[in-house]
């Protein structure tokens, strides 16, 4: 079990990157001396390592050695379910990818059990990693999680209600084993392995099937009070509008889903299948598919105008799968978050549309493990801590 003061040291490198032991040190009010010896253990058990030496400003000054996550201390299995199916990977400590599969898709907890149980070992051996190595595994999904218990409490997607799934896998696996939400996972994996390293205030909002949101607050994942931080997808955006699966009117994700528009797009009788179609109708002028794509990003658009509001965020990534929040739907979204935002507020909101691939949330999910075993975030029973 690693100490406060020892997961304050590997909480700062994640924050800020390679750092040498006097600006550690002077960030933690630590002595030198007392630095140098948690560090040194920390090294001792292969977490930290020695990185590049920096000259500071000028080369004229002692060079000081900087201090980093050690990436191949041990490796992370992350998965997420998807509609398409049930992408894992295998990853180490600073996000390498060192092995990826899309597993069968399934929505039956005992099954998803089955896939990571048969899946793991030909994962392990693409990379020539030993299981002794793995750390942690996570899995993230679109529904509520408990966070402490790692219980998905309700997805309305996947049909469930109070489902233990990380007991279940570490049951099976032998592995410490976490549940995430999708969206919490993307925003730490962003945290972490990506391109928010720099950030302190960001939110995610990821298109999908239903509609995901996170925000990083002060530097740390704002789950709130019953973590149900983030559930644009669930917000009143027309009164009295059509039936949700979460059993409101209305919501978010009867407009803006990719459920929604795939949905209003068969009910127009139009020939797609996914939003990059109803993308591809509206460009050759097809009204319907416009006024889809029209409705839906204008929704999305005032959303995220809210989200702006409340927190505040110095960035927004809008993250969708392969382009498909593209054209059209990109466009009439940033016109309606300029329309509906404060001026003031929007002007200094960088809005990033993000096309990321199918590991994504699986990539979010080795973060979420990761993040586990080197600060510990009240694990599932039985997790295994850094030592
Ligand atoms: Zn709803």
């Known amino acids: 079990m690693l100490t406060s003061s020892k997961r304050a040291i590997l909480q700062t490198l994640i924050d800020r990157g390679p750092l040498s032991r006097a600006a550690i040190a002077e960030i933690l009010g630590l002595s030198r001396a007392a630095l140098s010896g948690l560090s040194g253990e920390l090294i001792d058990a292969g977490i930290l390592r020695e990185a590049e030496t920096s000259y ?51 929505r039956v907890p005992e099954e998803v059990v089955d896939i990571i149980e048969e ?52 049951e099976r696996v032998g592995l410490p084993t976490s549940l995430e939400n999708n969206a919490n996972a993307a925003a730490v994996g962003e945290k972490l392995f990506g391109r928010g390293k720099e950030q302190v205030n960001f939110s995610v909002v990821t298109f999908g099937e239903s509609i995901g949101c996170s925000h990083y607050i002060d530097g740390r994942l704002y789950r709130g009070h019953a973590g149900g931080a983030g559930e644009l997808a669930h917000c009143t955006i027309e ?52 006024g889809i794509l029209h409705r839906a990003g204008n929704a999305l658009g005032l959303a995220i105008s809210h989200l702006i509001q409340l927190n505040n965020p110095e960035r927004i990534v809008i993250a969708s799968v ?63 801590d850094a030592a």
């Open 239 to 290: 009164l009295d509008g059509i039936p949700c699966r979460c059993g409101k009117r209305g919501c978010l994700d009867t407009i803006a889903s990719r459920h929604a528009v795939v949905s209003a797009a068969h009910a127009a009788t139009l020939p797609a299948e996914s939003p990059q179609e109803i993308e591809e109708l509206a460009k050759t002028g097809n009204p319907a598919a416009i």
């Open 119 to 170: 899946g793991l070992p030909a994962l392990l051996s693409m990379a020539g990693v030993e299981r002794a190595s793995v750390l942690g595994l996570s899995v993230a999904l679109s529904g509520f999680v408990n966070h402490s218990q790692s219980v998905c409490l309700q997805s309305a997607i996947l049909g469930w209600a109070d489902v233990p799934l990380a007991r279940m896998v570490e």
């Open 322 to 384: 392969d382009g498909a929040v593209g054209g059209l739907f990109r466009t009439v979204t940033k016109q309606a978050i300029d329309a509906y935002v404060l001026p003031q507020l929007g002007s200094v909101t960088d809005i990033r549309f993000d096309d990321v691939d199918e590991i994504f949330w699986a990539r979010g999910a080795a973060a979420i493990a990761a993040h586990r075993y080197l600060i510990g975030a009240g694990g599932a029973k039985g997790s295994r």
């Open 56 to 106: 500071g400003s000028s080369r004229l000054g002692r060079p000081s050695i900087l201090l980093e996550i050690n990436a191949s201390h041990g490796y992370l299995v992350g998965m997420s379910i998807e509609q398409f199916g049930c992408p894992m990977v295998l990853a180490d400590l600073h996000g390498t990818v060192l092995a990826q599969a899309i597993l069968p898709a399934t």
